[in-house]
């Protein structure tokens, strides 16, 4: 039986080996994920009360506070007159706000590491601990949790200079210890003393981080001969160094704003008695929007404010950055 072919026949066939080879050449073409619309709108729907919260109170609140910064803003007729750069000027003419933000700037050159050492300190206490850690834990965690007009409180009396138990306990080994809340270069390091009670938030990052240290790296080491010292500095801190990075970075914010600690401990009477050394500068800034209702003015401390975070955080990032290590970094 003799099957002839022709031209004809053989046409179909020859589109599909020239398609075959094309397919090959090109390589498969990327499936496209469909548009889901009810997906979509369903998703802008969940987080339409983030959006609206956002424009309301922090964008919203944002622009106006630039707007008024340019002018006198009188808070019982809710008008605001505008004064130019006026605001601006006054920033430099006012001694106060050099020596509050000086004294913002010390206080986080001395916070900052303090926070950091302390926070990863417990954090490795806590990874060597096995059985009960969850205790431990929430226990470490519960001073975060604490009303901060409470721990004021406790601290008040913690470092009263005559009767505080801190200055009782240095009694013991025979310290004179400082008067910690009235001589001007102990107000720094008490409000210090007084922040580390709430690192726990740093020590959680601290312990995650931590928990993902491959142990296999300790276990070379040590087949190696090196010790506990060499192990942290060698594996320890560049596994974490990203979660230190953002510490850091969040930290230095933070320190920034530093204001209940400082106002619950020296200026809540609303006197004139507090010692200059503990002004910060969100707590003249206060003073100057609702004690003395200068909102212009206060406007335009907070957008110095806020530049001053933004350009230090932007070097952070600039320089910090290259001694991060990164899974995938030789």
């Not at 007729?77 to 509050?100: C, H």
């Amino acid at each position: 039986m003799s099957v002839t072919t022709t031209p004809e026949a053989l046409a179909p066939a020859q589109q599909e080996v020239t398609q075959t080879r094309r397919w090959f050449r090109r390589g498969p073409r990327p499936v496209r994920d469909r548009y889901n619309k009810r997906e979509a709108i369903a998703g802008y729907l969940f987080i339409t009360p983030w959006i609206i919260g956002f424009l309301v109170f922090t964008a919203g609140a944002m622009i106006y506070s630039l707007y008024i910064s340019f002018s006198n803003y009188n808070l019982a007729t809710n008008t605001a007159r505008p004064v130019g750069i006026d605001n601006y000027a006054r920033l430099f003419e006012d001694p106060r706000v050099m020596v509050s933000l000086g004294n913002t700037l010390f206080y986080v050159v001395m916070a900052v590491p303090f926070e950091i050492v302390f926070a990863l300190f417990l954090a490795m206490l806590l990874n060597r601990v096995g059985r009960g850690a969850g205790v431990f834990r929430t226990l470490y965690y519960l001073p975060k949790m604490t009303p901060a007009v409470a721990t004021a409180a406790v601290f008040f009396m913690l470092l009263n200079g005559n009767t505080g138990v801190i200055n009782e306990f240095l009694r013991l080994f025979g310290i004179a210890g400082p008067q910690w809340l009235v001589d001007p270069a102990w107000v720094k390091p008490s409000i210090v003393i007084m922040t580390l009670w709430t690192v726990a938030g740093t020590m959680v990052i601290f312990l995650a981080a931590l928990k993902n240290v491959p142990v296999e790296l300790y276990e070379v080491a040590s087949l190696d001969g090196a010790g506990a010292v060499r192990k942290f500095f060698s594996i320890t801190l560049p596994m974490i160094s990203g979660a230190m990075f953002f510490n850091v970075i969040v930290l230095s914010i933070a320190a920034f704003q530093i204001f209940d600690q400082a106002y619950l401990l020296f200026w809540r009477d609303q006197s004139n008695s507090s010692p200059e050394a503990s002004l910060f500068y969100a707590i003249y800034l206060f003073q100057q929007a609702f004690r003395q209702f200068n909102f212009g003015f206060a406007a335009a401390m907070a957008w110095l404010l806020f530049v001053i975070i933004m350009l230090i955080t932007v070097i952070q990032v600039k320089f910090g950055n290259r001694f991060v290590y990164y899974e995938g970094d030789r």
